[in-house]
């Protein structure tokens, strides 16, 4: 089945610009989305098809994908921005929706 | 406003049967593909099953297989998930979702809020 990687944590101060990487085998070829969770609540997606972002998503949200890796990139990082983000993209497998493991963001 | 509510999680042991249900409201349900994702506590998020539109057409998760099954009411606007044989490890907070046909996207755009299934004796 395919493997979707992320660093575990990413640490960032307040207004800087925050990057959390997603690996997989030539994942460039399929498109990325991503999703923050805050704790105790559900997933919201704020990515999607690699760079595009949902309607009430704040264009401080990003996204690219090539090659092996695709990048959320978060800039001017806002205290409220601390959450747990989930890549995922879809594969046929046979358990084709697939997430990665999840990057705790914290803000310092 | 567009909103998906689970019910019916809750403790149960070891080899138990447990029905979950998802109310879809604010959207033409029968026209959404929908899903279970589950999430053990501490842990990632991990895809469970999916339904087509018309409940045709269903995948379920390696390690669900043969033991939940995934079906829908498109008249009352809801999903199941009757999960039978249930063991330690499907403890997890199950979300349902839905993902968009017109146009296909693969994404979960609207999530539930979860509810807690705990296996234990």
């Known amino acids: 089945s395919y493997v979707l990687t992320q660093p575990p944590s990413v640490s960032v101060a307040p207004g800087q610009t925050a990057r959390i990487t997603c690996g997989g085998n030539?994942?460039?070829?399929?498109?990325v989305h991503w999703y923050q969770q805050k704790p105790g609540q559900a997933p919201v997606l704020v990515v999607y098809?690699?760079?595009d972002r949902p309607s009430g998503i704040p264009e401080r949200f990003s996204g690219s994908n090539s090659g092996n890796t695709a990048t959320l990139t978060i800039s001017r990082v806002e205290a409220g921005d601390e959450a747990d983000y989930y890549c995922?993209?879809?594969?046929?497998?046979?358990?084709?929706?697939?997430f990665g493991g999840g990057t705790k963001l914290t803000v310092l | 406003e567009v909103q998906l509510v689970e019910s019916g999680g809750g403790l149960v042991q070891p080899g138990g049967s447990l029905r979950l249900s998802c109310a879809a409201s604010?959207?033409?349900?029968?026209?959404?593909?929908m899903h279970w994702v589950r999430q053990a506590p501490g842990k990632g998020l991990v895809w469970v099953s999916r339904?087509?539109?018309?409940?045709?057409?269903?995948s379920y998760a390696d390690s669900v297989k043969g033991r939940f099954t995934i079906s829908r009411d498109n008249a009352k606007n809801t999903l199941y998930l009757q999960m039978n044989s249930l063991r330690a490890e499907d403890t997890a907070v199950y979300y349902c979702?839905?993902?968009?046909?017109?146009?296909?996207?693969?994404?979960?755009?609207?999530w539930g809020q979860g509810t807690m299934v705990t296996v234990s004796s």
């Open positions: 339904i087509n539109s018309d409940g045709s057409s269903t």
């Open positions: 995922q993209v879809w594969d046929s497998s046979s358990d084709p929706w697939v």
């Open positions: 604010g959207f033409t349900f029968s026209s959404y593909w």
């Open positions: 979702a839905r993902t968009t046909v017109i146009p296909w996207s693969d994404a979960f755009d609207i």
């Open positions: 098809d690699d760079s």
């Open positions: 030539n994942i460039g070829s399929k498109s």
